[in-house]
């Protein structure tokens, strides 16, 4: 390749007389595809002298991994051995969806097994939400901040997005005139009501019975992410948006919330299995997109994890809770002691994330490559999090992979980058 070549190749430049010129050729929608900053952080994991709090992973070491072993082994030697590896039903494993029937009703929510589609993760979940509702110039109701996994979904359908937490005094014609500025409706609000990512924060049922509410009025769907609903360390559970809906209406098939469930933060995020659990009108939908996209869902997967779900969830979720559960506390008191004035933080009841706010004058993206240079301590800068690039003052930090010793430490560390600054 010549020197200008390499140049052009660096630079971003689009190569012509060697192949394609390909971004005349791309749909306008792939404009709004953006690289995600925790994808590309997550690769500093792979530099054992960095110590990361960017990932919002979970802790490889924690595991099932000889329940998953013996799950594989068997799915593959016993008589559903043909079914493993055979092409399945768009809906999911019968069985899986079974169990995910008597698990919802744990939460308060009574439905059958048409009431649940496995997917490839939650994240498939919002993708096809976002294909199901949004038209271009239609609006999505989010956090300010909000998941940046679910703008990257919502954004290759071309949405605005209006703020919908905290809720304040705005009135639905707010809501539905700010939209038609926009050039769209209203159509759904999405709401991460268990220890958000990134905030790690907790809505109480006041402020879900207002999300509903609004809903209500507006005639628009609820998308409940419940990554994390499991993942609870302090406080009484709070029944999630779509039992709440279910006791307003008094049938799953008369609601306008829609849950999105995850294997990924307690069993394992590599097998990419989730679930959407709704009305079967909505179900019906996601079928079709499916069927469409990747026909289902990984059968062998899907097996596995019934397995070890059956045989130990609870078992499971009660050994992960008790690590990120000291975890989370020896963040909260290694930010207390070690950060100056004028910061503050959450104070999660679960999950895996504690949101930093700096002064004003903080700039989260310099801040990361000073702490990154001088300190080696990694995070996740908050702008990204937020629709309208505000919040460059925030930073999210995972405690979910650090050993106890290397949260103190590096929460000291960064103490000192931010108090240098």
């Avoid at 494993?93 to 649940?116: E, K, Q």
């Avoid at 969830?313 to 963040?331: E, G, P, S």
């Avoid at 460059?392 to 995972?398: D, E, G, K, V």
Wanted: glycine share 8%; net charge negative.
């Amino acid at each position: 390749m010549s020197t200008q070549m390499q140049a052009d190749a660096s630079a971003g430049t689009t190569l012509t007389g060697h192949g394609l010129d390909w971004p005349h050729l791309f749909a306008t929608r792939a404009e709004r595809m953006k690289a995600s900053e925790i994808r590309e952080l997550l690769k500093l994991l792979d530099q054992p002298d960095v110590i990361s709090f960017a990932g919002g992973i979970p802790d490889p070491a924690l595991f099932p991994a000889e329940a998953f072993g013996a799950a594989l082994s068997s799915a593959l030697s016993g008589d559903m051995k043909g079914a493993a590896l055979q092409y399945s039903v768009s809906e999911g494993y019968r069985p899986l969806r079974d169990w995910l029937v008597s698990r919802m009703a744990s939460l308060g929510v009574a439905c059958t097994a048409d009431n649940i589609m496995i997917t490839s993760g939650s994240q498939q979940a919002l993708d096809y939400l976002g294909k199901l509702f949004l038209s271009k110039g239609d609006t999505a109701l989010v956090g300010w901040p909000t998941y940046l996994g679910a703008l990257q979904a919502f954004n290759a359908y071309e949405p605005s997005y209006d703020r919908l937490t905290p809720l304040g005094n705005r009135s639905a014609d707010d809501f539905r005139e700010t939209a038609a500025a926009k050039g769209g409706e209203v159509k759904f609000a999405y709401a991460s009501a268990d220890f958000a990512n990134p905030t790690g924060e907790t809505l109480a049922e006041s402020a879900r019975q207002k999300i509903l509410d609004l809903a209500e009025e507006l005639d628009i769907a609820v998308i409940e992410d419940a990554a994390y609903q499991s993942l609870r360390y302090d406080g009484d559970e709070v029944p999630p948006l779509l039992a709440l809906d279910i006791k307003r209406t008094g049938s799953i098939e008369t609601t306008r919330t829609i849950y999105c469930g995850s294997f990924s933060k307690t069993l394992a995020p590599g097998l990419r299995v989730g679930w959407v659990c709704a009305a079967t009108p909505v179900i019906s939908k996601l079928v079709l997109m499916k069927q469409a996209a990747d026909l289902h869902s990984a059968t062998l997967n899907q097996m596995a994890i019934h397995t070890v779900a059956s045989d130990g969830f609870d078992a499971q979720v009660a050994k992960i809770k008790a690590t990120y559960h000291a975890r989370r506390d020896a963040m909260l008191a290694a930010l207390s002691r070690h950060m100056p004035e004028g910061v503050t933080w959450t104070r999660p009841d679960g999950g895996m994330f504690v949101w930093v706010t700096l002064p004003e004058h903080f700039d989260g993206a310099a801040l990361l490559a000073e702490s990154i240079r001088s300190e080696r301590v990694a995070f996740v800068p908050g702008k990204a999090f937020f629709a309208d690039g505000s919040g460059a003052n925030t930073i999210r930090l995972s405690f979910s992979c650090a050993s106890e010793a290397m949260i103190e430490e590096g929460i000291m560390r960064l103490g000192r980058v931010v108090r240098a600054r």
